[in-house]
């Protein structure tokens, strides 16, 4: 079988059939795409017919040029799932890839701002203006649902309820209700009153938030935002849009919230997935633990 047969194939099972987010599907085509180039470039088999001797030469070339063990790791899950199913739709006859074993690596657990970090940041967009009035209702919003920079970028004013105080969030196939403490839910109400209908392009625009040009705000327009504001309060931590979700399911934790719920807000298929949040919260525990002690 061709190599652009086998990666078309792949591709469009993950699409059609898995139902692979973007970010899954532009991770594992980007690694295929590369191992395909990488045999071409060497003399190795196609594909289909790579060896388990070959793919155990592929992953320590990664290694060898320097790659990260989660890239490494990224990468033996691209192709165990390549070869699991072409094995499935037996379009192989054994799957090579059953001895590729990911390194275990150490979990790095998530930066968080503390409460006060976070209110320094949010004050930071002064509503002057039409751009502060915005700026400061997604921060709001950011820090209030937890929801991903891609899910706040998505929102359409549809998905919007004041009234009950709460946003509709979609994600993949899924959509979930978050509620919003009064000063987000404040923020949100003055941008749609007082500011968006003079920022759209067109009376029919469905974006929730919209840059200057009046269409839906970009994931890039976002980060650049953010990091304007990082700068503004003279922040000195790392600050990305994931940063205001780390810290809403940290701050949460930390004042007795459930982590079933937390999951739920978070949208988390795994519970494993929110759990990260509680041995950040223990690590800060006993990093205060270890500080004002006097015996420790």
């Given at each position: 079988m061709l190599n652009s047969e086998c990666i078309e194939l792949f591709e469009?099972?993950?699409?059609?059939e898995k139902k692979?987010?973007?970010?899954?599907?532009?991770s594992y085509m980007r690694d295929i795409h590369q191992f395909a180039a990488y045999q071409e470039n060497n003399g190795g088999s196609p594909i289909s017919d790579a060896s388990e001797e070959e793919l155990a030469e592929y992953i320590e070339h990664l290694r060898q040029a320097?790659?990260?063990?989660?890239?490494?790791?990224?990468?033996?899950?691209?192709?165990?799932?390549?070869?699991?199913?072409?094995?499935?739709?037996?379009?192989?006859?054994?799957?090579p890839s059953t001895k590729l074993v990911p390194e275990k690596s150490t979990q790095k657990l998530p930066q968080i701002l503390t409460s006060?970090?976070?209110?320094l940041l949010l004050a930071q967009p002064e509503c002057i203006d039409a751009k502060g009035y915005r700026d400061r209702a997604m921060l709001e919003l950011l820090y209030a649902t937890g929801i991903r920079v891609t899910e706040l970028i998505d929102l359409n004013i549809t998905d919007v309820n004041l009234a009950e105080g709460v946003i509709r969030c979609h994600s993949r196939d899924k959509e979930r209700y978050i509620p919003m403490y009064p000063k987000a839910v404040k923020a949100l109400s003055d941008y749609l009153e007082l500011v968006r209908p003079q920022m759209i392009a067109m009376p029919d625009e469905e974006a929730l938030f919209v840059n200057v040009g009046g269409e839906r705000m970009s994931r890039q327009g976002f980060w650049k935002l953010i990091?304007?504001?990082q700068k503004k309060a003279k922040i000195e931590k790392e600050i990305t849009p994931h940063t205001l979700r780390h810290s809403f399911a940290a701050h949460l934790l930390e004042n007795g919230a459930d982590i079933h719920a937390i999951q739920e807000m978070l949208g988390h298929a795994d519970i494993s997935s929110t759990q990260v949040y509680s041995q950040l919260v223990k690590k800060q525990l006993k990093d205060v633990y270890n500080m004002a002690h006097p015996r420790a």
């Open positions: 469009s099972f993950l699409k059609n692979a987010s973007a970010n899954t599907l532009s320097g790659k990260s063990v989660a890239t490494v790791s990224r990468n033996i899950a691209s192709l165990k799932n390549l070869y699991s199913y072409l094995t499935l739709n037996r379009m192989i006859e054994r799957n006060k970090e976070v209110d990091k304007h504001y």
